[in-house]
């Protein structure tokens, strides 16, 4: 039980079995394929992610739009407080942020 174990938890170059070695090699790639197809769908949401962190002042949300405009993601000022409104991030008849939030 306890050589099975390891050779489940074993990288496919260390597997005796040629099959066994085959089988886990395809599934290693599959996974590896799959990671690959997540990192390129959040690629822009981290680089908008990035941009945001690199200021040093608090950012307007008008500012943030077009940070995420340039980033390929297509928002304009108003949908994106409606957003933030929807997130409960802000106050549904005001424009400003819960404290919970400010202390972030």
């Known amino acids: 039980m306890k050589n099975y174990i390891q050779e489940m938890n074993a990288p496919s170059y260390m597997i005796e079995d040629p099959v066994s070695r085959a089988k886990r ?8 394929q799959q990671l690959q197809r997540t990192l390129q769908i959040q690629e822009p949401l981290v ?6 962190m690199a200021s040093e002042k608090s ?20 949908k994106l407080f409606q957003q933030l409104r929807e997130w409960k991030l802000i106050f549904s008849q005001k424009n400003e942020p819960y404290q919970e939030y400010v202390n972030r």
């Open 25 to 32: 090699w395809i599934a290693e790639q599959e996974e590896k």
């Open 59 to 78: 950012l307007l949300v008008r500012e943030v739009a077009k940070l995420a405009s340039k980033q390929g993601i297509i928002i304009g000022e108003r």
């Open 47 to 52: 680089n908008f992610a990035e941009s945001c």
